[in-house]
């Protein structure tokens, strides 16, 4: 355990000092929150998760303090969630003298962001939604469920050549298909009848690297195949099967 009064000496010290250069960071986030948030906890969880506990990361690492119940007792005592951004950030870039914790050697973007999310995650009630859910997690989520007309689709988004699920379904008749991206890599989506690698294709997304693509295509009852057709991703494991009722 960390002895309590000296962390909290600590924390009133850093809060204060480290304010200035926080709200400039803060600000150069903005534009790319979600970007930057998957970026942080695929950080977290490489570079912080073997000493730390932080729920929403599934960090389980007791060298550290637990990042969950530290915060917790910070923000009750009154200090804003904004105010973890930069402490997170100055232990990890300028840790101080003595400390038992190694000086980890990264960008000030990727500090950025890991404080990005810890201010995000810590001490917050609940799971990670969405895209942060699969983030660092090499499993695929529940299959992809149509619903009204439209199936949606995400990049795996820590640039693991995969979506999120390896599985759909679909009622039959016309299907708006989309896919989100927010892992920087290009991608796309391809539908193709059949589950083998000479059905005829139904239609695909512009490749991008960023946002969401869609395009309508119509299904009958049966199997298909559901691919990224960039060279090499197929083949690498970006695909899944939608089956059709
Ligand atoms: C090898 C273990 C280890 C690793 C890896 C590590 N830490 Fe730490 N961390 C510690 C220890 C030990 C402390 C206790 C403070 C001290 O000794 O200075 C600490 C303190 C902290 C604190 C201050 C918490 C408080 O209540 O004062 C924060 C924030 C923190 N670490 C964040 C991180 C982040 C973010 C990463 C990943 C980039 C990370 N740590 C990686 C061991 C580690």
Redo the contacts with the bound molecule.
């Keep these: 355990m ?1 002895d309590r009064g ?3 000496r ?2 009133l010290g ?1 809060a204060g000092s480290v304010l200035v250069a926080l709200g400039a960071a803060g600000c150069a986030l903005k534009g790319n929150a979600n970007i930057s948030l998957v970026e942080g906890k695929v ?2 969880i490489k ?6 506990t932080l729920d929403r990361a599934s960090a389980k ?1 007791l ?3 637990n ?1 969950d119940s ?2 917790a ?2 923000i009750a005592a009154g200090l804003g969630r904004n105010e ?1 951004h930069g ?2 950030e100055s ?2 870039l300028y ?2 003298t ?5 000086k ?1 050697e ?1 960008t000030t973007r990727q ?1 950025a962001d ?2 990005h999310y ?1 201010e995000y995650a810590a001490a917050r009630p609940g799971k990670d939604g969405g895209v942060l859910a699969a983030a660092g997690s090499t499993g695929f989520l529940a299959p992809a469920v149509e619903k009204n007309g439209k199936l949606a689709f995400t990049a795996n988004p820590t640039g693991q050549l995969a979506y999120t699920v390896n599985k759909a379904s679909a009622t039959a008749g016309s299907v708006t298909i989309s896919m989100t991206n927010a892992s920087g890599v290009p991608h796309n989506i391809a539908i193709q009848v059949g589950t083998g690698a000479s059905g005829a294709l139904l239609g695909h997304t512009t490749i991008a690297s960023s946002g969401t693509a869609s395009i309508s295509v119509t299904l009958k009852p049966g199997a298909y195949t559901f691919f990224c057709q960039v060279p090499g991703h197929r083949a690498a494991g970006m695909f899944g099967t939608l089956t059709v009722k």
Excluded: D, K, Y
Excluded at 47 to 52: F, I, L, Y
């Design positions: 960390v000296r962390r909290r600590w924390l850093a950080l977290f570079h912080c998760a073997q000493c730390h690492g060298i550290g303090p990042l530290a915060f007792e910070s973890i402490i997170v232990q990890i840790p101080a003595g400390s038992r914790m190694p980890i990264m500090a890991i404080a810890v």
